[in-house]
T-cell receptor, first 114, second 114 residues
Framework: AQSVAQPEDQVNVAEGNPLTVKCTYS??????LFWYVQYPNRGLQFLLK??????LVKGSYGFEAEFNKSQTSFHLKKPSALVSDSALYFC????????????FGTGTRLQVFP | KAGVTQTPRYLIKTRGQQVTLSCSPI?????VSWYQQTPGQGLQFLFE???????NKGNFPGRFSGRQFSNSRSEMNVSTLELGDSALYLC?????????????FGPGTRLTVT
């Protein structure tokens, strides 16, 4: 079965420090991987995706993610965290090419302290 | 361009009642998906519609139903509400199907069942 795991419920980081939010996946076939962010009382906002090609994917708000096929991981990173990055982050996998159905991880709450 | 809109934003219903939630996709978007978000189960896929056809359905009981109209607007209906149906219901739209098309999420409808 296709699945996504986010092993950390919460990640704490000081402003200005680099941040990493972890995600591992289990899929049969080619993985289509996504990161979304959710601010309080808001819907999900798309950050970035990996479909094919370069393993390092750059996205919105300075975020990037590294696809690692051998470790089946797709960790979200940012070189320098901002307090405004504090939010709930979801990793997701799309099951097939001709569907929009996403399987989400359980989410990781990122807290950036000033 | 206006984003995905969902109405109503908040709703309180009594157990046993039924409810209809509405989603208006971004203009020109033909694909609409629905998700349920709860603290316990996280984000779970409900349905996916493309050009008025249901393409995928999640693992929810038959009390959950949906449809898409010719203008791509979508509705979902939950009959015989249960306390466990209390959740944030998110709608997402995309221009087409497949991972090359980002999904844009609405702010959600928060349903409380008492």
């Amino acid at each position: 079965a296709q699945s996504v795991a986010q092993p950390e419920d919460q990640v704490n980081v000081a402003e200005g420090n680099p941040l990493t939010v972890k995600c591992t996946y289990s899929v049969s076939g080619n993985p289509y991987l996504f990161w979304y962010v959710q601010y309080p009382n808001r819907g999900l906002q798309f950050l970035l995706k990996y479909i094919t090609g370069d393993n390092l994917v750059k996205g919105s708000y300075g975020f990037e993610a590294e696809f690692n096929k051998s470790q089946t991981s797709f960790h979200l990173k940012k070189p320098s965290a901002l307090v405004s990055d504090s939010a709930l982050y979801f990793c997701a996998v799309r099951l097939a090419y001709n569907t929009d159905k996403l399987i989400f991880g359980t989410g990781t709450r990122l807290q950036v302290f000033p | 361009k206006a984003g995905v809109t969902q109405t109503p934003r908040y709703l309180i219903k009594t157990r046993g009642q039924q409810v209809t939630l509405s989603c208006s996709p971004i203009s020109g978007h033909r694909s609409v998906s629905w998700y349920q978000q709860t603290p316990g189960q996280g984000l779970q896929f409900l349905f996916e519609y493309f050009s008025e056809t249901q393409r995928n359905k999640g693992n929810f009981p038959g009390r959950f139903s949906g449809r898409q109209f010719s203008n791509s607007r979508s509705e979902m209906n939950v009959s015989t509400l249960e306390l466990g149906d209390s959740a944030l219901y998110l709608c997402a739209s995309s221009l087409g199907q497949g991972p090359n098309y980002e999904q844009y999420f609405g702010p959600g409808t928060r349903l409380t069942v008492t």
